[in-house]
Nanobody, 120 residues
Framework: QVHLQESGGGLVQAGGSLRLSCTAS????????MNWYRQAPGKQRELVGS???????NFADSVRGRFTISSDFANYAGYLQMDSVKPDDTAVYYC??????????????WGQGTQVTVSS
């Protein structure tokens, strides 16, 4: 079984920074890509950004230029650096990892989420 653990969330003032981490453990063998999503109260879950094993990143328009994503897939980890945060960034942040498990199945694995709250 693959387990994803997000960490780094918390309360931050507008204009500040946070760094979220996502680490996979268990029966994960390799990671090909990592996506970061967020869900604010009363809203649908939205894609924040993604990174592939080649290092290619993509971001939603709402966070481009403020957020960056990096990876350490050899150690089954990835990071979401959030700079110049705004109150609208308040949400639960989730990572979604695509990779192979020990049964050679290529699947997506979700983390449990970490709360980010930005105060004005």
């Amino acid at each position: 079984q693959v387990h994803l653990q997000e960490s780094g969330g918390g309360l931050v003032q507008a204009g500040g920074s946070l760094r979220l981490s996502c680490t996979a453990s268990g029966s994960i063998v390799s990671i090909n890509a990592m996506n970061w999503y967020r869900q604010a109260p009363g809203k649908q879950r939205e894609l924040v950004g993604s990174i592939t094993s080649t290092g290619t990143t993509n971001f939603a328009d709402s966070v481009r230029g403020r957020f960056t994503i990096s990876s350490d897939f050899a150690n089954y980890a990835g990071y979401l650096q959030m700079d110049s945060v705004k109150p609208d960034d308040t949400a639960v942040y989730y990572c979604l990892v695509y990779g192979f498990d020990t049964d050679t199945r290529y699947r997506g694995f979700w983390g449990q989420g970490t709360q980010v709250t930005v105060s004005s």
